[in-house]
């Protein structure tokens, strides 16, 4: 396929994308006990793989390879829609596994310790971008408004905005608490994330698929294979959603008790103590206390 041909599928693919989005994220907010069943055939679709691949494509890694050795660029040049199809087939026999992600020791500024960084094959961040493009409107439905992190629409400036707002008349908050949850990432536990997946997402090929994407292991810098009984690794494209999802527990437990799950919008009552949370880094406000 030449570029003109794949920028015009390209397009109609991202239509297509757009237009099933809007259904999901209607369906989802009907009500939080909807579940979905039947959701694999979305991710495995030619549209939402196309639209996943110009995602990874664009995205700064796109010239980092995983453990496979592939960038972006050398599948480019070797064609995408026969790398599309190749990997459409393996999803829908059952034949994809993840491979083990490429573990990069990031130095933390300021500190002399190290964050992990797992980067995964090109192969699988696409699937993972195909995950999250049916995934996030569901979930996005439940969400909290006290969640900034790694959201459509969101960004850290948001959530410092939220903290002025309640530290201003007429709420009057005067203590802003700092917290930062250790090794957020490599911490979260599979079987309670998974079951926080269930809720919404009943469909036993994704359930299965996300399940693979978290024990897929982690191939370290000295070359040793190391397994993944927890955590999600901070890397990969379908990570922050899912540690979104799972950090929407402690969201829920800060609500407000008026405050429903899925009901968007600033906070109406005024509580003792309130939430804003960008990824694992969270800021719950106590009112009687100093801003600082």
Not at 53 to 63: E, L, P, Q, S
Not at 154 to 176: G, M, N, T
Not at 217 to 239: C, M, V
Not at 270 to 286: G, I, Q
Request: a positive charge.
């Amino acid at each position: 396929m030449n570029t003109d041909a794949l920028e015009w599928a390209l397009m109609k693919a991202e239509r297509r994308v757009l237009k099933i989005q809007t259904k999901l994220h209607q369906w989802a907010a009907e009500g939080s006990g909807r579940q979905f069943d039947d959701v694999f055939n979305l991710v495995c679709d030619p549209a939402f793989l196309l639209v996943a691949w110009a995602r990874v494509r664009r995205n700064k890694g796109a010239r980092t390879a995983g453990v496979d050795g592939q960038t972006a660029y050398y599948i480019e040049h070797r064609g995408v829609e026969v790398f599309l199809d190749s990997l459409r087939a393996d999803m829908k026999s059952g034949e994809f596994r993840p491979l083990p992600v490429r573990e990069r020791m990031i130095p933390k500024p300021g500190t002399s310790r190290h964050r992990r960084l797992g980067i995964p094959t090109v192969r699988d961040r696409v699937v993972q971008a195909a995950l999250k493009l049916v995934l996030e409107p569901i979930w996005e439905t439940d969400f909290l408004p006290c969640s900034y992190g790694f959201r459509p629409g969101r960004r850290a400036h948001d959530a410092v905005a939220e903290i002025r707002i309640f530290a201003s008349p007429p709420h009057r908050y005067e203590w802003a608490v700092e917290g930062d949850i250790t090794a957020c990432f490599d911490e979260i536990s599979h079987s309670a994330l998974l079951e926080r997946v269930r809720e919404r997402v009943t469909d036993r090929r994704v359930v299965r698929l996300i399940k693979a994407f978290l024990k897929a292991g982690i191939l370290s810098e000295d070359r040793r294979l190391k397994d993944t009984a927890a955590g999600t690794p901070q890397g990969g494209i379908l990570s922050p959603l899912l540690s979104n999802l799972a950090l929407s527990v402690l969201d829920e437990h800060f609500a407000p008790p008026r405050q429903a799950p899925g009901v968007h919008g600033r906070w109406k009552r005024s509580v003792p103590h309130r939430l804003v949370r960008y990824a694992d880094d969270c800021a719950p406000r106590t009112q009687r206390e100093v801003l600082m």
